[in-house]
């Protein structure tokens, strides 16, 4: 008996996106805190941003309105405008 594994992307070859190098530090910088709506992802993000805070560091919040589609295109733009660096909760 074979298994057939079938892949939901359905990317014959899946697309390769060089990594943007990440700051020194993040003086200075405004630090976006994506919740994607997963369970328990705002509690994570939640002590996260006390410690940012706590830093002296700017920090936006922001939050997809579900967790099985992509951000939409003006938050997305909204956080790539507002945002040098951003961190993404995936909890549950």
Same mark, same amino acid.
């Given at each position: 008996? !074979?298994?057939? %594994?079938? &892949?939901?992307?359905? +990317?014959?070859?899946? !697309? ?7 700051? &020194?530090?993040? &003086?200075?910088?405004?630090? *976006?805190?994506? =919740?994607? !709506?997963?369970?328990?992802? &705002? ?10 805070? +706590?830093? *002296?560091?700017? %920090? @936006? ?22 945002? =040098?660096?951003?961190? @993404?909760?995936?909890? =549950?």
């Amino acid at each position: 008996m !074979s298994t057939v %594994v079938l &892949d939901p992307t359905n +990317e014959a070859a899946p !697309s390769h996106r060089e990594r943007v190098a990440r700051p &020194d530090k993040l &003086d200075g910088l405004t630090v *976006g805190l994506l =919740d994607i !709506s997963k369970p328990r992802g &705002d509690r994570f993000l939640n002590r996260l941003e006390e410690r940012l805070t +706590e830093r *002296g560091l700017r %920090v @936006e919040r922001y939050s997809k309105p579900t967790f099985t589609k992509p951000a939409p295109v003006d938050l997305r733009h909204e956080i790539a405008t507002k945002c =040098d660096v951003v961190i @993404e909760a995936l909890a =549950d």
